[in-house]
Antibody, heavy 126, light 112 residues
Framework: QVQLQESGPGLVKPSETLSLTCTVSGGSVSSGSFFWTWIRQPPGKGLEWIGYIYSSGRTNINPFLKSRVTISIDTSKNQLSLRLTSVTAADTAIYYC??????????????????WGQGTLVTVSS | QSVLTQPPSASGTPGQRVTISCSGTSSNIGSNTVNWYLQLPGTAPKLLMYSDDQRPSGVPDRFSGSKSGTSASLAISGLQSEDEAVYYCAALDDSLNGPDWVFGGGTKLTVL
C-alpha cells in the first residue's frame, strides 16, 4: 500500500524559499505508470494544483506559479521535492503531495490523484 | 475564487438522498471527466469518484456520480453520519495559459 509523507519547515519568512520533500513508501516513484503531484490548500479554503512530475523528470507547473516553482524527483531516495521562491503570506497553506495516474477506461479518459499524503502546514510569517 | 462552482454547504438527515452539484465550462467539465474527492475533518482528501461515475474499490455504491454538459453531480443515498465531510469536484482544464487541473471550492455536507 503506497503511502506518502510530506516534510519540511513549518515556518518560512516572507521573500524566502519554501522547500518541501515528499517521501514515498510501499511503491516506487520510478514507476512509469504514475506521476507525482503537489497540491496546496490555504487554511479554510479550497484546493489549488501546483504541478506534477514524472519519473523521467518531465514536469508541468501551474502557469500562475511557474516563475516561482521547481519540482524535482530523486529516484534513489524515492522522493519528490517542491521549491517555491519569494514566498508571501498568500503562500500560507497545507501542502499535499499525491500520486497521480492518467489513462483510458474504454473510450473514456481517466485521471486521478490517489493516495495523498497527510499534508504539512507551511506558514509564511516574519 | 475556484474555477469550478459548488454550493458551499448541503445537508440531510440519516437515510436521506443528497446531491452535490459542480458547475464548470466547456474547457473543463465540458471536455474532460470529473473526479470527486472527500475530505474528512483534519485529514487529506481521498478519491471518491473518477471518470464522472466510477467508484474506486472500497467506495460504497451509495455514492454515484453523473455529468451532463458542463455540470456534474455527486449523489449520496442512504446518508450516514460518517458521510459528514467536505466534498470537492475536480477536472482537467484545457484553457490556454491556465492550470491543468482545477477544483471546486468544496461543499460541506452536514448530516442533521
Amino acid at each position: 500500500q503506497v503511502q506518502l509523507q510530506e516534510s519540511g519547515p513549518g515556518l518560512v519568512k516572507p521573500s524566502e524559499t519554501l522547500s518541501l520533500t515528499c517521501t514515498v513508501s510501499g511503491g516506487s516513484v520510478s514507476s512509469g505508470s504514475f506521476f507525482w503531484t503537489w497540491i496546496r490548500q490555504p487554511p479554510g479554503k479550497g484546493l489549488e494544483w501546483i504541478g506534477y512530475i514524472y519519473s523521467s523528470g518531465r514536469t508541468n507547473i501551474n502557469p500562475f506559479l511557474k516563475s516561482r516553482v521547481t519540482i524535482s524527483i530523486d529516484t534513489s531516495k524515492n522522493q519528490l521535492s517542491l521549491r517555491l521562491t519569494s514566498v508571501t503570506a498568500a503562500d500560507t497553506a497545507i501542502y499535499y503531495c499525491a500520486r497521480g495516474r492518467s489513462g483510458w477506461l474504454g473510450s473514456k479518459p481517466y485521471n486521478w490523484f490517489d493516495p495523498w499524503g497527510q499534508g504539512t502546514l507551511v506558514t509564511v510569517s516574519s | 475564487q475556484s474555477v469550478l462552482t459548488q454550493p458551499p454547504s448541503a445537508s440531510g438527515t440519516p437515510g436521506q438522498r443528497v446531491t452535490i452539484s459542480c458547475s464548470g465550462t466547456s474547457s473543463n467539465i465540458g471536455s474532460n471527466t470529473v473526479n470527486w474527492y472527500l475530505q474528512l475533518p483534519g485529514t487529506a482528501p481521498k478519491l471518491l469518484m473518477y471518470s464522472d461515475d466510477q467508484r474506486p474499490s472500497g467506495v460504497p455504491d451509495r455514492f454515484s456520480g453523473s455529468k451532463s454538459g458542463t455540470s456534474a453531480s455527486l449523489a449520496i443515498s442512504g446518508l450516514q453520519s460518517e458521510d459528514e465531510a467536505v466534498y470537492y469536484c475536480a477536472a482537467l482544464d484545457d484553457s490556454l495559459n491556465g492550470p491543468d487541473w482545477v477544483f471546486g471550492g468544496g461543499t460541506k455536507l452536514t448530516v442533521l
